[in-house]
T-cell receptor, first 113, second 114 residues
Framework: GENVEQHPSTLSVQEGDSAVIKCTYS??????FPWYKQELGKGPQLIID?????GEKKDQRIAVTLNKTAKHFSLHITETQPEDSAVYFC????????????FGSGTRLQVQP | NAGVTQTPKFQVLKTGQSMTLQCAQD?????MSWYRQDPGMGLRLIHY???????DQGEVPNGYNVSRSTTEDFPLRLLSAAPSQTSVYFC?????????????FGPGTRLLVL
């Protein structure tokens, strides 16, 4: 089955700096890659996703890049703000078989004011 | 529109006890799933359902049962609780069943098994 590895496990940045979280996946058939943000005491919430037919997608301060050849994808947050502090999860899906997401282990992002 | 709701928010069980974690959604979503979240391990799929009357196993199904008698409800049953089942449990739903749609998560149930 699919295996998703996520790095780093913790990340601390100064307010205004950029943050980058990286994930690799094992199943070359995976073609959908969402990112979820989990605030303390809440369930994860989708913040951005990318499908394998594009290499990059942006939404204001958030961007995701995908390298299908290397089987890795990354989340980029620019001009970080204290409210960006949360746990971020990457995930991958082939849309076949269990038709479910395989999640990475999560990155705890702390933005220092 | 409440989205995905879960009850209880917190539960303490003794080893061997059974209980049911409730999950309901009011978005008429076909796909529902249960995940457990453990430190350093992300979210792991326990069971999922692509519609009423249809369930299937995920990555870590042992010790858990599910049923889907209605579109709205997807309860998770622990038959005989073990300390290894101490975790935070999340229910999620999505409109489609391909696995490539936005998953809407509930607030979670924190379970402690002594």
């Amino acid at each position: 089955g699919e295996n998703v590895e996520q790095h780093p496990s913790t990340l601390s940045v100064q307010e205004g700096d950029s943050a980058v979280i990286k994930c690799t996946y094992s199943d070359s058939a995976s073609n959908y890659f969402p990112w979820y943000k989990q605030e303390l005491g809440k369930g994860p919430q989708l913040i951005i996703d990318i499908r394998s037919n594009v290499g990059e997608k942006k939404d204001q301060r958030i961007a995701v890049t995908l390298n299908k050849t290397a089987k890795h994808f990354s989340l980029h947050i620019t001009e970080t703000q204290p409210e960006d502090s949360a746990v971020y999860f990457c995930a991958a899906s082939t849309g076949a078989g269990r038709r479910a997401l395989t999640f990475g282990s999560g990155t705890r992002l702390q933005v220092q004011p | 529109n409440a989205g995905v709701t879960q009850t209880p928010k917190f539960q303490v069980l003794k080893t061997g006890q059974s209980m049911t974690l409730q999950c309901a959604q009011d978005m008429n979503h076909e796909y529902m799933s249960w995940y457990r979240q453990d430190p350093g391990m992300g979210l792991r799929l326990i069971h999922y359902s692509v519609g009423a009357g249809i369930t299937d196993q995920g990555e870590v199904p042992n010790g858990y049962n599910v049923s889907r008698s209605t579109t709205e409800d997807f309860p998770l049953r622990l038959l005989s609780a073990a300390p290894s089942q101490t975790s935070v449990y999340f229910c999620a739903s999505s409109q489609g069943t391909s696995g490539k749609e936005t998953q809407y998560f509930g607030p979670g149930t924190r379970l402690l098994v002594l």
